[in-house]
């Protein structure tokens, strides 16, 4: 027996399947975000992509504003947009609204969060705080050859459990992986893979109802709203522009629309 | 109705929120960030395994320990500075040789007899002498160098070097109540003043912003690298014996990079403390791993992304430039060309700051771009000394066989080492160029602070020239 079909059937097989559609953006299909700690290659792999070459370098924080692009896999179109380098979503620096805000209100059906694999624990403050806001992500493991040459090793497999959502080792410097992380896209942007997100669950006793009661009465008043923890969480702490965000109404469009807000 | 509702009801969650604030006291964020942080690292511990008892990037803190040590930071930074320049120097000499004789010596004659046979003269002499002899300067003085300092530069880059020296720089720019992040916008400026410029988006605060965007002109760009780097070459190396020219002349260029650093931080200082008042504001700069550099692609992308891209805005900017250039020193008022006119009289005006007529004309028609500055002040030099047997009449701009040659037309024009030393520095300070501006006023959106980060630089440079100048009077 060859195992030859198997591999036909698998998506990843056909690499053909990936088409670099540059900065050409029409009729997308899905919208992807690309997220993570400054310095974990976001760039290198927005342009591993979108064949596009964004300036990349071994420096943080060089990756300012957004930067757009396109690619195409088996007959979707997809729009990727590289957000900022941020270490957290909770304060309130440009760069982080600006990555906050996208996720947020831009809607990406898919989230890829790049890590550092060499960082794993602090990536991951920033991946559980993306995990509140959306439930459609991926983390992409970047850096592994450099974890490697350092030994050190990740269980990926009891990562993915621990997260709830798929986890894709990659070095896209050497464009390692880079295969199975469109696949990956494709399958979750589809809704074929449904994750189930780590929620924060240490919160103190008091600290959790607050949390229970606000987000009970949020989704009364906008039923369907995806995070509400993540809001009432907002709330509570006081964060102004989810304020404003509440009192304008742009929280409710979060609800209505069921489709991405264009952008 | 609906619609009053949702408002009661937003009233009434924002109500129940403050209430539960209160109840929760003080400190929820805390509270929050070390939930956060007990799973971070619960499923870190779960998944992470480290090999062996070597501790990892053992070698990069081991690096890191040196490089930005207090005592051996700097003096690393000023070596490995000097190095690229050097090589950059010392290699870029034969091939620039190699392209004028094609450029010049061979194609500009075949072209300009093939242009004559059918062309009025003034067209022949407005596009073959004037502009395809800009282009072609351009290109034989820029190409060179920029091929070689872009692919070292960029190494140095995709090392991971880069935030190491705005490490080290970091507590000197707080000091002076600047952001330390000025640090990298600064090491941007260094490459291109415009990227530079733009780069200050990663500072938060709009007055930090300000001061890193008006003072990023203080970092000398790569279009004005070759003209240092080339007056370096001839006043300075020309002072001391062959064997040590290259050194010193490195040595010089590193010097005027540096005063750029230190007057980076005089004017961060002198704003912050005037119109531009406040205090630092802290942010934390992760120091990457050190990252083999992956020479092939570096080179690749220094070589399109960098070198021929800022040298395709040099030629664009040449084209025009030489064709002014040629009818200035063409169009006669009185026996004299109008570039003679000027030159004669802003000369006293010139030798007051210690520079002279023919810099000051260059400056005004190369505004546009520094990058062709140098070729126009050698040409202009030909013209107004009216030497015979170099050049190809006026106003064309003339290819050099040796640096040698060079030295002999300058040193005809009236240049003194004084001249030389007062060109590096009118070069570090003055205005940027018209591309920055535009960025400038793009990214600040005001006309005062485009106006004010455009002349304090000129005003500036004509003080230090100035200085400069006298001193030099009442010494030498």
């Not at chain 1, 990956?184 to 189930?196: D, F, L, Q």
């Not at chain 2, 002498?129 to 091929?147: E, K, R």
Request: charged share 15%; aromatic share 8%; with cysteine.
């Amino acid at each position: 027996m060859s195992s030859q079909p198997n591999c036909e059937n698998c998506p990843v097989h056909h690499k053909g399947n990936l088409v670099r559609l540059g900065i050409d953006m029409d009729k997308v299909d899905y919208i992807v975000a690309l997220a993570g700690n400054p310095n974990t290659g976001k760039s290198t792999v927005f342009n591993n992509l979108t064949g596009l070459r964004q300036h990349t370098g071994n420096w943080p924080g060089k990756t300012v504003g957004r930067a757009e692009g396109a690619f195409s896999y088996e007959d979707d179109n997809y729009k990727i947009v590289d957000l900022p380098g941020t270490y957290s979503l909770l304060s309130t620096s440009t760069d982080e609204e600006v990555a906050r805000n996208f996720i947020l209100f831009g809607r990406p059906d898919v989230t890829v969060i790049v890590a550092d694999a060499t960082r794993l624990e602090r990536n991951l403050n920033l991946v559980l705080q993306i995990l509140e806001i959306t439930d459609r992500a991926i983390l992409c493991l970047n850096l592994m050859d450099e974890a490697k040459r350092n030994h050190v090793e990740i269980d990926v497999r009891e990562l993915t459990r621990e997260l709830g959502i798929p986890v894709i080792p990659t070095s896209a410097r050497r464009r390692d992986g880079m295969d199975e992380l469109v696949a990956m896209i494709a399958e979750v942007a589809s809704g074929k893979y449904i994750c189930k997100p780590h929620r924060v669950r240490n919160h103190t006793p008091q600290l959790k109802y607050a949390i229970d009661t606000l987000s009970k009465k949020l989704r009364e008043t906008y039923p369907g709203l995806p995070n509400a923890e993540w809001v009432a969480l907002r709330l509570l702490e006081g964060d102004q522009s989810i304020i404003e965000a509440l009192q304008n109404g742009i929280l409710d469009g979060l609800v209505e629309n069921e489709t991405p807000m264009a952008i | 109705m609906m619609e009053q509702h949702k408002a009661k009801n937003t009233e009434e969650i924002l109500g129940m929120a403050n209430n539960l604030k209160w109840e929760l006291g003080m400190g929820i964020h805390d509270k929050i960030v070390s939930s956060l942080y007990a799973d971070a690292a619960q499923i870190a511990r779960k998944t992470v395994s480290m090999d062996g008892d070597q501790p990892a990037f053992s070698l990069d803190r081991k690096i890191d320990r040196i490089v930005t040590s207090r005592w051996t930071g700097f003096p690393i930074m000023f070596v490995l500075l000097a190095v690229v320049f050097w090589v950059t120097i010392s290699g870029a000499n034969y091939p620039s040789g190699l392209l004028a004789s094609l450029l010049v010596d061979t194609l500009h004659p075949i072209l300009k007899s093939g242009a004559d046979s059918f062309m009025p003269w003034w067209l022949s002499g407005i596009l073959i002498d004037g502009a395809y002899l800009a282009m072609a300067w351009v290109i034989s003085v820029m190409l060179p160098p920029m091929a070689i300092f872009f692919p070292l530069f960029t190494l140095l880059e995709d090392l991971g070097y880069l935030p190491r020296v705005a490490f080290n720089m970091d507590s000197l720019f707080r000091k002076t109540g600047a952001h330390g992040k000025q640090a990298l916008t600064m090491s941007m400026g260094f490459g291109c003043n415009a990227a530079g410029v733009i780069a200050a988006r990663v500072i938060d605060s709009p007055r930090e912003r300000l001061i890193a965007i008006i003072t990023n002109n203080f970092s000398l760009c790569n279009g004005r690298w070759p003209t240092q780097i080339l007056i370096a070459t001839i006043f300075i190396g020309g002072m001391v014996s062959p064997f040590w020219a290259g050194l010193v002349s490195t040595a010089a260029v590193v010097g005027v990079a540096v005063l750029g650093i230190a007057f980076s931080l005089i004017v961060s200082w002198g704003l912050s403390r005037s119109v531009l008042k406040g205090e630092a504001s802290t942010f934390s700069l992760e120091l990457p791993p050190y990252r083999p550099p992956r020479v092939l692609q570096t080179l690749y992308t220094s070589l399109i992304d960098r070198t021929l891209f800022v040298l395709w805005r040099a030629v664009v900017f040449a084209v025009p430039a030489g064709m002014v250039i040629w009818l200035v020193s063409n169009i006669h008022i009185g026996g004299l060309s109008l570039a003679e006119h000027f030159i004669d009289w802003s000369n006293p005006f010139g030798l007051v700051f210690g520079l002279n007529g023919v810099i000051l004309l260059a400056y005004i028609i190369a505004i546009p771009a520094n990058e062709i500055v140098i070729p126009t002040i050698l040409m202009l030099t030909v013209l107004v000394t009216g030497m015979s047997g170099v050049g190809e009449g006026s106003g064309v701009m003339f290819e050099l066989d040796s640096l040698a040659s060079t030295e002999n037309i300058l040193r005809a024009g009236g240049w003194t080492l004084l001249t030389g030393i007062n060109l590096m520095l009118f070069s570090l300070l003055h205005n940027p160029c018209s591309t920055t501006i535009y960025t400038i006023y793009k990214e600040t959106k005001s006309a005062k602070w485009t106006l004010i980060a455009t002349l304090l630089p000129i005003v500036l440079g004509f003080m230090v020239c100035f200085f400069t100048a006298q001193l030099w009077y009442l010494f030498a």
